[in-house]
Every structure is written in structure tokens, then in C-alpha cells.
């Protein structure tokens, strides 16, 4: 850490991030995936209308991305947003197991795996620093 003054400036930056974070905000639980345009879907299958409401045919993660110019069913959407503000709180303050825990209780389990990802990169100089620190070391 002595060695590298970026470094140094960084990790004081995402201590900073993390301690001046807002707690994060939980969504309301929710009962399934994407459940709104799920039963959309569904309905446009059953009546033979594939492109219902301009709601995506397919409920994979990537459609709304993919499917240019349809969306997910509105209440969806909020949900979708107001989990994705809440991960973002979680990961910017550090709590990397509550962002876990939110995505397995919206039914998003690779959202978890991605975040649980982020746990394979270890540094050991700034995991050592990071421990002297704690413990009030210099």
C-alpha cells in the first residue's frame, strides 16, 4: 500500500462510499418473477397474440435489453427498479450479503451469483491493509 498512492487513494475512496452510504432501502417481497408480465405472456400465448402491449415475449433477464422496444409490464418495472436501488445501496455500503439475500428473495438468484462473483477477487496487500486498519494499525 506504501508503494502505490492510487491505491491508497482508492481504497480510502470506497471506505469513504461505504461509510457515508444511506441505508438501503428494502423492496416489498415479492410472490415470483416478473409475475405481471409472466401473466401477459402467458395470455398472449393462449390468444395468439405474441406481441401483446408491447410487453416482452420472453421472460429470460436479457429480454427487455434484447427485445428492442418493448418493456416489462409497469408494475414490473417499478419492482425492477426499486430493487435494482436497493442493490445498489447495498453494494455501495459494503453489504454485499444483503444484496445476496435481497436477489434470492425476488426469485433472482443470478443476480446473486454475480454479486457472490465479485467475492473471488482478493488482493492480499489491501486485505492485510484493510485488516491492520480495523484492528487500529497504521
Request: hydrophobic letters at 35%; glycine letters at 6%.
Amino acid at each position: 500500500m506504501n508503494s502505490s498512492p492510487l491505491l491508497s487513494e482508492l481504497v480510502v475512496v470506497r471506505e469513504w462510499l461505504q461509510d457515508t452510504a444511506p441505508p438501503p432501502p428494502h423492496p416489498e417481497a415479492t410472490t415470483g418473477y416478473w409475475k405481471f408480465t409472466k401473466h401477459n405472456v402467458l395470455q398472449g400465448i393462449r390468444s395468439g397474440n405474441a406481441y401483446r402491449d408491447g410487453l416482452v415475449k420472453e421472460l429470460d433477464p436479457d429480454a427487455p435489453n434484447r427485445e428492442q422496444g418493448r418493456a416489462l409490464a409497469s408494475d414490473d418495472a417499478s419492482y425492477e427498479k426499486s430493487l435494482l436501488q436497493a442493490l445498489y445501496a447495498c453494494v455501495r455500503a459494503g453489504r454485499l450479503d444483503e444484496a445476496v439475500d435481497l436477489c434470492r428473495r425476488a426469485h433472482q438468484p443470478w443476480r446473486a451469483a454475480s454479486i457472490l462473483g465479485s467475492r473471488l477477487f482478493k488482493w492480499p496487500a489491501i486485505c492485510e491493509f484493510n485488516k491492520c486498519r480495523l484492528q487500529g494499525w497504521r
